[in-house]
Each structure stands twice: as structure tokens, then as C-alpha cells.
């Protein structure tokens, strides 16, 4: 072992070795440098880190659910040895309100239940800071080659002095990192100042990814920032403090912007350049997000997707051009109190797509509450649209879409809501049942008097029509009669002369 040891370290460079052993959680190429002695300080010179606090885990001080009322214990829980740890938690709010406690029969008094912090314990707290701190000192110092890291990859699950957070983060952007992933779910790591300007000066990142808790601060005292490198960008839970009216990131080669519940200051507009831009993905699902604007300067957009309880953005995509192979996807969640402005953000936003070719719309209805103000036959003609998918929407926003999507060929329906017979009657033939339609699709159907009406006005109306497919509601049990029943109502309708056939699928 020793021999084959001695011929892997003369023929591989320590720098090499350091190279493969950065394909490892940084905890592991330490662990496995200091099995030789020849080999001991070879994680010194690897050009990745990934560290991961879990990795140092002490479950007994992790974050754990009251067993009275369910709610996270983000600070301390109350446990009693008289019962066991896995069997009792109490949170602090119901240490204080109950005097006695029965778990199981056992009474259980405050004096017999001891305090625990999360993220607490020598082992855990010491070791993993002691850690961090030594790998960033040695990967620097032993090897000046190292200075600027390929990655660096930090996972927070546990609380932390922030000084020692703000430390490591100001460190590894000061070191030119190029890739920076910082993930810190359940604790919030407020920014220092200093951090946030290591961070808006960080000329040769290529990827940054912070997953934090609603809402990390990042002071922005300037109008603009460059990040000349930036392929990937990928932030949740930020806040940015802007002191400007018209922020600007300028962001020449980024291919991929995601936000999910990120804010900036009231009355501001985040202005973002990136001509090679290619993805699009917004989710804000943080229903008192109050409305902000947001405007992109892309010319080759393959991808746009939001994804929230309703549309708290202003999105400008004007300046936005969309590749011939373009797609949208918009996905509202039911709520009782939609997100206000949604309405209008949603008309608005409609009008940027009409050079996409696929379209994916659930919660459409948003187009016909308010058909004065915003009616969906008001939108401009989507000229290039091919494939339409939308669910959860009304009648008027399906004959709205057909009558705005000449060259329309593939329809794929998912929820329709109740509506008159009549109402379809009286509706005029979207020109694409007459020219263009040639498959329609219906999901998760069950049969109602609704589906089957659309399913008779396109098979009727559809001179082009060849094919019409039923995926049925996996939840009903009894799926042969259910197809049977509409296989017998369908095949009674009159057919357009291209139609060629049916299929019938349990949708999964």
C-alpha cells in the first residue's frame, strides 16, 4: 500500500491531487488526505469547497416540531429525560402557559423538563466553526495557486454567529471566487455592509446562488452594478435595499435569472441588462409582497415562468425578444385574497407573448374578473402560437385564447369551469378550428356537462381536426365506466372531415 501510495505521489503533482480530491465534500478530502502522511496536506490545493454543516450534525439540537401545537422551535424546545426525546418536544410558548403536562399518562411538572438550544452543543457549535476557519486559511496559504477558488458551496441548517458567517462570505468573495452557493433555509444571515459591497464587487463570479430565509438585506448604495462573467443567477429570500430610483444590473452574458420571493424598496425599479438571457423564472408565493417593477433587456428569451398566489411584479418584458421556439408557462395558485394588482400585471404581462410558439397557463381567470378593464379580447393576436395548455380557467378565456391564435394546433385542457350550453352557441368560430387545430386534449376529466360541450364544439367546428384525447381523473374508481361513458357520448357528436380517431388514458 505504502509502494502504490509513493507512485501515485511522484507521478501526480500535488496540485492535481488537489484537483481530484475538490470533487469530494471539503469534510471528506480532509479525511482522506490525512490517511498518508505524503499525502497530508493535499487538500490544502483543492479549487472547490462544499461545506455542509449537517455533515457535523447533532440532531438531539436541530430544529424539531412541539408536540402540543405543531409549531417549529427555531430558538429552544423543552425536553424530559423521563419520557425520551423522540416522544416529547415543547415549545417555549407552551413551557410557559402549562403548569402540568400529561404525555401518555405521564405527568410531566416544568422542573422535570430541561431547556435546549437549537444549534447548540460544544461538539456541533466549536468544531464545525473551527473547521470552516481552518479550511479557509489553509487552502490559501499553503497554496498561493488557490487563492481564487473554482466553488465554494456553503449549507447553513444550524444557527451560527453571524460574525463568523459574515466572515467566511467576505473572505471567499474577496478571494475571487467564481462560483458562490450560500443555502440557509431556516436562519437568516443579515449581510454586513462590508459583505454586501464584497458581493456587489465581485467581478468574476460566473454562478451565485443564495437559498436564505425571507429577507436577507443587501444594501445597494449605487445605481448600477456589472457582473461581466455571470452565467447563473439564482436568488431566494433577498431583499435589496436600493438607493437609487432605477437600479440597473448589467449582466452581458447571464443565461438563467431565478428569483423566488425576493423584494427592493418601495417605488423602485430593478432594471436588468442581459442581452444573452435565456431563462426567466419568477415564483413569489409570498402573498404581502407588495407590488414592485421589474424590467428585462434580453434578446434571445427561450423560457419565461411565474409561479405565486398572483402577480406581485410589474414584469416589462418590452424590451424582451423571444426565440422562434419560445415558451411561457404562468401558473396562479386558487386563493381567496389575490395578490392585488394581479389583474392588471397579468393583461400587461400577456402583451409581451405574442412571438412565443408554446403557451402554459393555469390560473388564467385572472384575463376575465374585471372584462372592462381587462378583456382578453383586447390582448394582441399571438401569431405564432402552436401548443396552448391551460387549466383552471373560465370559457371566456378559452374562446378568448382560440380567437387570438390563428396558426393554434395542438389545445390541451385541464379544468374548465362550469358554464351555459348557450354561451357556446352564440360564441363566433375562432378562426383556427376552421384553418389550423388538429389535436385537442382533455386532463383529469371525470365526465361533467362542461367537458363534454367543449368536446362537441371542437369535434364539430374542427375542420382540421384529427385527433381528440381523454386523460381521466386517476381518483375515480370506477375508470372503465367512466370511459365508456364518454367514448358513448363522444362518438355521438358530429366530426369535422379530418377527424381520424379517439384515445382514452388514466392520467397519472
Given at each position: 500500500m505504502e509502494f502504490e501510495e509513493d507512485i501515485i505521489h511522484r507521478k501526480l503533482s500535488p496540485k492535481l491531487i488537489g484537483q481530484i480530491l475538490?470533487?469530494?465534500p471539503t469534510r471528506d478530502?480532509?479525511?482522506t488526505s490525512v490517511l498518508s502522511k505524503k499525502w497530508a496536506k493535499n487538500w490544502t490545493f483543492i479549487t472547490k469547497m462544499d461545506i455542509d454543516d449537517g455533515l457535523y450534525y447533532d440532531e438531539s439540537h436541530s430544529i424539531q416540531n412541539c408536540t402540543r401545537c405543531k409549531d417549529e422551535c427555531n430558538w429552544e424546545f423543552y425536553v424530559s429525560d423521563k419520557v425520551g426525546f423522540a416522544d416529547f418536544i415543547l415549545c417555549k410558548e407552551c413551557?410557559?402557559?402549562h403548569h402540568v403536562l400529561n404525555n401518555n399518562g405521564t405527568n410531566l411538572r416544568p422542573t422535570e423538563l430541561r431547556e435546549v438550544k437549537v444549534g447548540g452543543g460544544k461538539k456541533f457549535g466549536e468544531h464545525f466553526i473551527k473547521f470552516v476557519y481552518k479550511a479557509l486559511l489553509l487552502t490559501q496559504q499553503n497554496n498561493p495557486n488557490s487563492s481564487m477558488l473554482e466553488r465554494f458551496s456553503l449549507v447553513i441548517d444550524n444557527r451560527h454567529d453571524i460574525d463568523h458567517l459574515n466572515t467566511w462570505i467576505s473572505h471567499i468573495l474577496k478571494r475571487g471566487v467564481k462560483n458562490l452557493k450560500i443555502h440557509s433555509p431556516f436562519f437568516k444571515i443579515p449581510f454586513y455592509d462590508s459583505t454586501s459591497s464584497y458581493l456587489l464587487n465581485s467581478t468574476l463570479l460566473e454562478g451565485?446562488?443564495?437559498v436564505l430565509r425571507m429577507f436577507t438585506i443587501i444594501n445597494v448604495p449605487t445605481n448600477s452594478v456589472h457582473f461581466g462573467h455571470l452565467k447563473h443567477l439564482k436568488l431566494f429570500g433577498i431583499f435589496f435595499d436600493l438607493s437609487s430610483d432605477i437600479f440597473t444590473l448589467s449582466l452581458p452574458t447571464l443565461k438563467t435569472f431565478v428569483i423566488k420571493n425576493c423584494d427592493w424598496s418601495i417605488g423602485k425599479e430593478l432594471n436588468v441588462e442581459a442581452s444573452l438571457l435565456e431563462v426567466i423564472f419568477i415564483h413569489q408565493d409570498f402573498i404581502d409582497l407588495p407590488g414592485r417593477s421589474i424590467k428585462f433587456n434580453a434578446s434571445c428569451l427561450k423560457e419565461f415562468s411565474y409561479y405565486g398566489d398572483?402577480?406581485?411584479h410589474q414584469i416589462n418584458l418590452s424590451g424582451c425578444g423571444f426565440l422562434s421556439n419560445a415558451s411561457v408557462k404562468i401558473s396562479l395558485k386558487e386563493c381567496e385574497n389575490i395578490i392585488p394588482n394581479t389583474y392588471c400585471f397579468a393583461f400587461q404581462l400577456f402583451h409581451h407573448f405574442h412571438q412565443v410558439k408554446c403557451i402554459k397557463l393555469e390560473g388564467s381567470e385572472v384575463l376575465t374578473q374585471s372584462e372592462v378593464v381587462y378583456p382578453v379580447n383586447a390582448l394582441p393576436e399571438l401569431g405564432n402560437l402552436i401548443h396552448l395548455?391551460?387549466?383552471l380557467v373560465s370559457i371566456e378565456v378559452v374562446l378568448g385564447l382560440l380567437q387570438r391564435s390563428p396558426v393554434l394546433k395542438t389545445i390541451v385542457l385541464k379544468k374548465i369551469r362550469m358554464f351555459d350550453k348557450e354561451r357556446l352557441n352564440l360564441a363566433a368560430v375562432p378562426e383556427c378550428l376552421i384553418s389550423a387545430l388538429q389535436i385537442v386534449k382533455f386532463q383529469n376529466i371525470n365526465?361533467?356537462?362542461q367537458e363534454l360541450l367543449l368536446a362537441e364544439f371542437f369535434l364539430e367546428k374542427g375542420k382540421m381536426l384529427k385527433r381528440m384525447s381523454f386523460y381521466i381523473d386517476?381518483?375515480?374508481?370506477?375508470f372503465e365506466s367512466v370511459a365508456d361513458f364518454i367514448q358513448k357520448k363522444v362518438c355521438s357528436f358530429k366530426r369535422g372531415p379530418s377527424f381520424s380517431f379517439f384515445t382514452y388514458h388514466k392520467c397519472y
Open positions: 475538490s470533487f469530494l478530502a480532509v479525511r413551557y410557559i402557559e451565485l446562488e443564495f398572483g402577480i406581485s395548455e391551460i387549466g365526465g361533467d356537462k386517476p381518483k375515480l374508481i370506477k
